[in-house]
């Protein structure tokens, strides 16, 4: 659709450049210097087709160059034609074409985003014409016509604009709605997911706890611990977790451990390939060391993923003595 509108408005710009250009070559009465006023039209033609095509395909913004070059042709155009003609025949319209063309070029520089250069070159159409014809007779003439393409051309590039960065917005609004309603869905899912794990996880230990009455034995007893635990570290820190984790938490409990984890989101913007290294090297530590209390915590740090604390019994030592285990886990992987 934009390829097609930039399409059509650079035709209308050719074909009214032309317009202008045949209106000055098909003079009425022999113009006195007509080499001058042949290289008015021939100047314009050049110029007036490089601001509309060069890098039109490339950038809807006018070279700087380029606009400069219109600045200054849009002077000499109007010296040229002048020159060219007796003072009795500057008000034909033969010899006016360079009012409309003015006014044109006007246009294409405020349409190609050179609204000073645009302007410009109205203030010395508005100079040179008033100069040559008079204000009152350039007005007649054409100026008018002029003045206000320039205005609506300016008021309409606003517009599109606007329409532009609105039509962006929104759509940007819509990406985040879309990506906002995608998250609930995976969060719904997770819950969903969490829920059906506690039911058959604490489903069988609570049966049992209720037709029992309360009267477990030892290794029933250690499974309501252990899926107790389990259910804690679900909702706590589920994105710590994979199979390896859970099984190493899990033996930690057997062995009489106590196993705390907390997530604070320290995993939030870390990939998925380098979380499941982080949870791996989470469980190859909960393995390869014993501590008769675990605390697991992924926090918000810049550089730290998880920290990984193991500390011995309380017994007569202080608290600094009686951590076994400290690791921590960078958010990025080690440069080899």
């Given at each position: 659709m934009n390829r097609t509108v930039r399409s059509v408005a650079t035709s209308l710009a050719v074909g009214f450049a032309m317009y202008f250009a045949a209106r000055g070559v098909w003079w009425i009465?022999?113009?006195s210097a007509p080499l001058l006023m042949v290289a008015a039209i021939a100047l314009y033609l050049v110029v007036v087709n490089v601001a509309i095509l060069w890098d039109s395909a490339i950038s809807v913004r006018m070279p700087l160059w380029a606009a400069l070059a219109t600045l200054v042709s849009s002077l000499l155009i109007p010296v040229l034609v002048t020159l060219s003609l007796d003072p009795l025949t500057r008000t034909a319209p033969f010899a006016t074409w360079y009012i409309g063309a003015l006014g044109l070029m006007g246009v294409v520089c405020i349409v190609r985003r050179r609204f000073v250069i645009g302007w410009l070159v109205v203030a010395v159409l508005l100079v040179t014409s008033s100069a040559y014809l008079g204000f009152f007779v350039a007005l007649s003439l054409g100026l008018v016509g002029s003045l206000m393409w320039v205005v609506i051309a300016h008021l309409l590039?606003?517009?599109?604009?606007?329409?532009?960065?609105?039509t962006e917005r929104?759509?940007?609004?819509?990406?985040?709605?879309?990506?906002?309603h995608a998250t609930q869905q995976v969060r719904q899912k997770e819950r969903r997911l969490r829920t059906q794990f506690a039911?058959?996880?604490?489903?069988?230990?609570?049966?049992?706890?209720?037709a029992s009455r309360g009267s477990l034995t030892d290794e029933e007893r250690l499974q309501a611990r252990l899926a107790e635990?389990?259910?804690r570290d679900e909702l706590r820190g589920a994105d710590l977790l994979n199979d390896a984790v859970r099984d190493a938490i899990e033996d930690a409990r057997r062995r009489g451990a106590v196993v705390t984890v907390f997530d604070e989101g320290g995993l939030a913007d870390v990939d998925e390939e380098r979380r499941a290294t982080i949870r791996d090297e989470l469980a190859r530590v909960l393995r390869d060391a014993d501590a008769e209390r675990w605390i697991i915590r992924a926090a918000q740090d810049p550089l730290t993923a998880v920290t990984v604390v193991g500390?011995?019994?309380?017994?007569?030592?202080?608290d600094d003595d009686a951590v076994d285990v400290w690791h921590e886990i960078p958010r990025d992987a080690p440069e080899a």
């Open positions: 009465e022999q113009p590039v606003i517009f599109w604009d606007r329409a532009v960065r609105d929104l759509a940007g609004i819509q990406q985040a709605v879309s990506a906002w039911l058959a996880v604490a489903g069988p230990v609570l049966s049992r706890t209720v635990g389990r259910l500390r011995a019994g309380a017994g007569g030592q202080s």
